[in-house]
Each structure stands twice: as C-alpha cells, then as structure tokens.
C-alpha cells in the first residue's frame, strides 16, 4: 500500500465515481478501478458499494476512508506547514456560500476580531460545496438549508440561524407603511433576488409554491449591494434579506417583517467531519457559531 493508492481511494470515494476521480487524477480508469480492487484485497474486504450508479463508501470503507484521510491530512499539513515556514504566512480559511445574505455581516466581524487572518469567501452552488467540501478543496460551507447526511456521509453539518426574513421596500411603495407585509400582499409585487442555485432562491421558490404562488422575478444577482440598489435607487421592485439587515443603521429603515408561518431560512455550517482541524479552522468555527448565536437571539427577539 502507497500513499498514491490511498489518494486514488479518497478520491474516488469523495467524488463517487471512478470516472471523475481518473479525469482529475490524470490517468485511465482502469488503473483508478485496479487500484482500488488491489486494495479491496488487500484489507480482505468490499470497501465501497453501488448505489444508482454512484459508488458510496460502505462501513468499512468509511472505517478505512477515515484511517486513510487522517494520514494523508498528516502528510499534506507537514507540506503545508512547511511551505509556510518558507513563506511565513498563513493559509487562509476557504470559506463556501450559497446564500450571500450574511457574509458582509460575518467577513466584518471576523476580520475585526482576527485581523491577522485571512478569510477566502466563494459562492457555489450546492452540488459543487458538498463536492468541494468532500474532498478537502474547502474548510467550511455556509448554505441554505444545512447539507443533510443523506446527501454526504463525509459532511457534518450544525444548523445555526432560523430566520424570520425581511422584505426590502423602496420608501414610495405601497407596503412600505405597514409594520408587517403578507406573502399574498407581495405576491403581484416585482423581485430582485438571487439566480436559481443559491439558497434564497430556492428556498423563497419554495415558500411561493407552497402557497400556489409564482414569485415575479424581475432582477437576478447574487450581489447584495446590486440588490440593494436595484430596490432603494433604481426601484425595479422589492427584496427578501435576512434578519440581520433589519439592525444595519443604513437600510434597516427599509425593511419589514413578514406573516408567514415559514421560516425564510434554515442556515446550516458544514465542514468535512473526517478532515483534522486546525488552530485556525477551530477559531473559525467557535466564532462563526457565536456569530449565529447572536443573529439567532436576534430573529427571537423580533
């Protein structure tokens, strides 16, 4: 057994199939599949199992999958570390998003308190975070909902926000004179709003649906100062933010509360649960769940 051939395993058990694992290792899927079979022997048991048509780690191949990860970790922290004695500077923390809403928020408070580091944010949609996140490319996810154990074994996710939602309005609108706006009162209304992926909009499609409703789309961006400016300058229609955006000094004034039963979003923290934690990515993690903490005392307050 080489180092080589656990890196062809994990592999190959993050993206699920022997297919993606030889395209991004650079070689023919007969030696990715040998290797594996050699390895299967080698231990005495099946290691992965077929699941519509995608192979899934059974349980000793997660039992091995864990053992094999933790050595390569080990491996590729000593390179890493390594690299940064050369360097002398610290890797930053890969940070992945689906829903933008609260990301200023987080990056602001972060950077106030660690100045020192260095926080990498990317926006994905979800298929490709649990596939990032699978294979060690990512620290942390921030999605809308949490990315489910159904979805990846590999994945653990904490849900740390349910929140309430609010709606942008331009001061001239209609609404902007109620305390509270119902979902059939915005329902002729036009939306700016994220594209189709990220996990407001799949998650405001949803609520709509549920109600026999169609959200009127008129703008997609997942910039939120482009939102913001579509709505309070351009006044191409409204916009649902979080619940945080209701204390931000300068378009907290803006923003109403919904009546509606739902929760306009269940926000989950996902990491790799068989990838070794850092010094930085354990700081990151107590102070993102403080982070939510307060915006979730925040939601029940309001």
Same mark, same amino acid.
């Given at each position: 057994?080489?180092?080589?051939?656990? #890196? /062809? /395993?994990?592999?190959?058990?993050?993206?699920?199939? +022997?297919?993606?694992?030889? @395209?991004?290792?650079?070689?023919?899927?007969?030696?990715?599949?040998? +290797?594996?079979?050699?390895? @299967?022997?080698?231990?005495?048991?099946?290691?992965?199992?077929? %699941?519509?048509?995608?192979?899934?780690?059974?349980? =000793?191949?997660?039992?091995?999958?864990?053992?094999?990860?933790?050595?390569?970790?080990?491996? !590729?922290?000593?390179?890493?570390?390594?690299?940064?004695?050369?360097?002398? %500077?610290?890797?930053?923390? $890969?940070?992945?998003?689906? =829903?933008?809403?609260?990301?200023?928020?987080?990056?602001?408070?972060?950077? @106030?308190?660690?100045?020192? &580091?260095?926080? &990498?944010? *990317? /926006?994905?949609? $979800?298929? !490709?975070?649990? @596939?990032?996140?699978?294979?060690?490319?990512?620290?942390?996810?921030? *999605?809308?909902?949490?990315?489910?154990?159904?979805?990846?074994?590999?994945?653990?996710?904490?849900?740390?926000?349910?929140?309430?939602?609010?709606?942008?309005?331009?001061?001239?609108?209609?609404?902007?004179?109620?305390?509270?706006?119902?979902?059939?009162?915005?329902?002729?209304?036009?939306?700016?709003?994220?594209?189709?992926?990220?996990?407001?909009?799949?998650?405001?499609?949803?609520?709509?649906?549920?109600?026999?409703?169609?959200?009127?789309?008129?703008?997609?961006?997942?910039?939120?100062?482009?939102?913001?400016?579509?709505?309070?300058?351009?006044?191409?229609?409204?916009?649902?933010?979080?619940?945080?955006?209701?204390?931000?000094?300068?378009?907290?004034?803006?923003?109403?509360? *919904?009546?509606?039963?739902?929760?306009?979003?269940?926000?989950?923290?996902?990491?790799?649960?068989? #990838?070794?934690?850092?010094?930085? *990515?354990?700081?990151?993690?107590?102070?993102?769940?403080?982070?939510?903490?307060?915006?979730?005392?925040?939601?029940?307050?309001?």
């Amino acid at each position: 057994m080489e180092l080589r051939d656990l #890196r /062809f /395993f994990c592999l190959t058990a993050e993206l699920g199939t +022997v297919t993606k694992a030889a @395209e991004r290792l650079y070689v023919s899927q007969p030696f990715v599949t040998k +290797v594996i079979h050699q390895l @299967e022997e080698e231990m005495g048991v099946r290691l992965f199992d077929l %699941e519509k048509r995608r192979l899934v780690l059974n349980d =000793n191949g997660l039992y091995f999958y864990k053992s094999a990860k933790a050595i390569l970790q080990s491996v !590729d922290q000593l390179a890493d570390s390594m690299a940064a004695r050369r360097k002398r %500077e610290e890797a930053p923390i $890969r940070l992945l998003y689906n =829903n933008a809403g609260y990301l200023s928020a987080l990056n602001s408070a972060f950077m @106030e308190k660690y100045p020192e &580091s260095v926080l &990498s944010e *990317t /926006f994905a949609v $979800r298929g !490709d975070i649990i @596939e990032l996140l699978n294979s060690g490319q990512a620290d942390f996810a921030i *999605t809308l909902p949490p990315i489910t154990r159904e979805e990846s074994r590999m994945i653990e996710s904490i849900t740390v926000l349910k929140d309430t939602g609010s709606i942008m309005l331009p001061p001239d609108h209609p609404l902007f004179q109620k305390d509270f706006v119902t979902l059939e009162e915005l329902a002729p209304c036009p939306i700016i709003i994220a594209p189709k992926g990220s996990g407001m909009r799949d998650t405001i499609d949803q609520i709509y649906f549920s109600h026999g409703l169609t959200p009127n789309v008129v703008y997609e961006t997942n910039d939120m100062d482009l939102q913001q400016r579509a709505v309070l300058v351009d006044k191409r229609g409204i916009a649902f933010m979080s619940v945080i955006h209701t204390q931000d000094p300068l378009i907290g004034q803006y923003c109403r509360k *919904t009546l509606t039963d739902e929760c306009f979003g269940t926000v989950g923290l996902s990491y790799n649960r068989f #990838r070794q934690e850092t010094a930085a *990515t354990q700081q990151f993690k107590k102070f993102a769940l403080a982070f939510f903490g307060r915006l979730q005392a925040l939601a029940d307050s309001l």
